[in-house]
């Protein structure tokens, strides 16, 4: 439709409504009208807490100073998920945001750890990754330096719901209009299907050029009004439902999230700097709510502050997430499980694709077809990512871990496993956002043993791969003597 776009409507103020609005306000500014609706009485899923680094650059774009933002979101660091008893019961690992070794040449790091491996070395690959170093020892501080070797990538916990406040506040004050009120009816044109307007419950009629649907699972604008299909990935990732619950903040809070597999389900702990988040994830074929609630309260740290909220999901993804002059982002577009805390990131993404492509002169579908191309790619590859978790395992205490790993791979997934399994070989897919560190270390983790390893880790004489090993491992511990236990490092770093 050829049609510029003078007005955007995004429908629904949860952290994705709110994203959506703080950017396209910061990056268009008045050049389009912005309008919000949402509605108090509905309220918002707030669960999301654990975020990835990229994050960071999108706070970057908005122009929010670091500490603003910790302080108001009650943020605390994030340097890594550890997973425990994921490959088997009393094993544990990280699966941090750094990358294990240096850059050593032609092959990864990984080839010449697992040479030198076979020939003795008995230095696990997080010995040679400093965000585990700093897990390890619970503790952080921000380091400035161009070289890889000693930076420690980052991301944060913080209290969503708050996130979108703050958000709100940028956003109102740059010109976006917020209009409470729940949405009853949703216009379309009866020639091109293109929405119109949203009708209020009080009559009133909001109109607009583009529209952005952040309603959540309700999906009202893509799903229901437009009919888009949604392509449920149950059979890769069954669970079903969640249950979360709020505690007191922990004495100590960690600069990671746990996640602890249980029986058939498994737990995240989050913490805050004045609250811990905490819920377990299971499908409900292998686990009944009670036993969930069961399981869930007994294994937490701290005393409940709220009562437990159950949240039904069904993974998967809405097949076209930009159809007509309607983009769906957040939850509307699909859901993953938090395992990963993925959710956050895909709305960070969808937002600047969608500025990428901005139709501001008229709605393109070369436009459209780009984009659902990518966001096709991304949602695939980290659904694979989270599958992987599931079906390496060696856990036999359970039909559900059974099941697991007796699932029909993805193609994609199994090459990739393969290519490991055979040779430690990595593949990465262009928009895939789990790069090579990640993988090898969730592979690893899971218990894939790799049977060779690369001919160029070779070249190097025993004695010298011994020795670059070893000064590598010694210059990741350089830097763990500026850093402080999170608790002090948080307290100074907000009060300097
Ligand atoms: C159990 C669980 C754990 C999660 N953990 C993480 C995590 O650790 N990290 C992460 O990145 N993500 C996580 N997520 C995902 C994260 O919570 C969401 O991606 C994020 O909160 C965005 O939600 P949203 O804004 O799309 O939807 P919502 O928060 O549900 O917002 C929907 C908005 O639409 C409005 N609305 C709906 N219908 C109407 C209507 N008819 N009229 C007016 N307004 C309407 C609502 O009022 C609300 O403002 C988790 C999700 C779940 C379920």
């Known amino acids: 439709?050829?049609?510029?776009?003078?007005?955007?409507?995004?429908?629904?103020g949860g952290t994705a409504g709110w994203m959506t609005a703080a950017l396209m306000q910061r990056v268009l500014h008045k050049q389009?009208?912005?309008?919000?609706?949402?509605?108090?009485?509905?309220?918002?899923?707030?669960v999301g807490e654990a975020t990835i680094p990229p994050i960071q650059?999108?706070?970057?774009?908005?122009?929010?100073?670091?500490?603003?933002?910790?302080?108001?979101t009650n943020g605390t660091i994030k340097l890594a998920i550890k997973f425990d008893n994921w490959k088997k019961k009393g094993e544990s690992y990280f699966h941090t945001f750094g990358a294990p070794g240096a850059n050593l040449g032609f092959c990864n790091f990984q080839h010449y750890w697992l040479r030198a491996k076979k020939e003795g070395v008995r230095e696990s690959l997080w010995h040679y990754d400093l965000n585990y170093l700093c897990c390890e020892?619970?503790?952080?501080?921000?380091?400035?330096?161009?070289n890889p070797v000693y930076q420690v990538p980052y991301a944060y916990h913080f209290d969503s719901a708050l996130y979108g406040r703050f958000l709100r506040k940028r956003a109102e004050k740059g010109g976006v209009k917020r209009t409470e009120g729940i949405i009853e009816h949703v216009k379309t044109?009866?020639?091109?299907?293109?929405?119109?307007?949203?009708q209020l419950k009080d009559?009133?009629?909001?109109?607009?050029?583009?529209?952005?649907?952040?309603?959540?699972?309700?999906?009202?604008?893509?799903q229901?009004?437009?009919?888009?299909?949604?392509?449920?990935?149950?059979?890769?990732?069954?669970?079903?439902?969640?249950?979360?619950?709020?505690?007191?903040?922990?004495?100590k809070t960690l600069p990671y999230t746990r996640s602890i597999a249980h029986e058939a389900a498994w737990q995240w702990r989050i913490p805050l700097t004045h609250r811990n988040g905490n819920g377990i994830v299971y499908c409900s074929d292998y686990l009944s709510d009670e036993d969930a609630e069961r399981t869930l309260l007994s294994h937490l740290e701290s005393t409940p502050v709220n009562d437990v909220r159950k949240i039904h999901f069904k993974t998967g993804r809405t097949a076209r997430q930009w159809h007509k002059n309607v983009v769906a982002v957040g939850l509307s577009s699909g859901f993953l499980e938090p395992?990963?805390?993925?959710?956050?990131?895909?709305?960070?993404?969808?937002?600047?694709?969608?500025l990428k492509l901005f139709p501001h002169d008229g709605i393109r579908q070369a436009a459209i077809d780009l984009y659902n191309e990518e966001s096709v790619t991304e949602y695939e590859t980290i659904r694979d990512f989270i599958v992987l978790h599931y079906v390496v395992n060696e856990r036999d205490d359970s039909d559900f871990w059974n099941d697991m790993r007796r699932l029909k791979l993805p193609h994609r997934l199994e090459q990739k496993i393969a290519a490991f399994k055979e040779v430690g070989a990595i593949f990465n897919d262009q928009h895939d956002i789990f790069k090579d560190a990640s993988w090898l270390q969730v592979m690893l983790g899971q218990g894939i043993e790799p049977e060779d390893y690369h001919p160029a880790a070779n070249v190097l004489p025993q004695a010298q791969l011994k020795d670059t090993l070893d000064k590598i491992r010694h210059a990741k511990h350089q830097p763990l003597s500026k850093m402080l236990p999170h608790d002090d490092f948080i307290k100074q770093y907000l009060n300097a």
């Open 57 to 72: 650059i999108f706070n970057e774009y908005l122009g929010l100073d670091e500490k603003e933002f910790l302080r108001e």
């Open 339 to 354: 395992l990963e805390s993925t959710s956050i990131h895909l709305i960070q993404s969808a937002i600047v694709r969608l």
């Open 137 to 146: 020892k619970e503790i952080f501080n921000k380091i400035n330096t161009p």
């Open 224 to 251: 229901k009004t437009l009919g888009v299909e949604y392509l449920d990935w149950s059979n890769l990732l069954p669970a079903n439902t969640a249950l979360a619950v709020q505690t007191e903040r922990f004495e």
């Open 1 to 12: 439709m050829q049609k510029p776009i003078k007005k955007v409507v995004i429908a629904g």
């Open 189 to 198: 044109d009866e020639n091109t299907g293109f929405i119109t307007g949203l």
């Open 203 to 222: 009559g009133h009629q909001i109109e607009g050029d583009l529209f952005v649907d952040c309603t959540g699972i309700r999906a009202l604008l893509i």
């Open 32 to 46: 389009v009208e912005i309008e919000l609706v949402e509605s108090e009485d509905i309220g918002i899923v707030g």
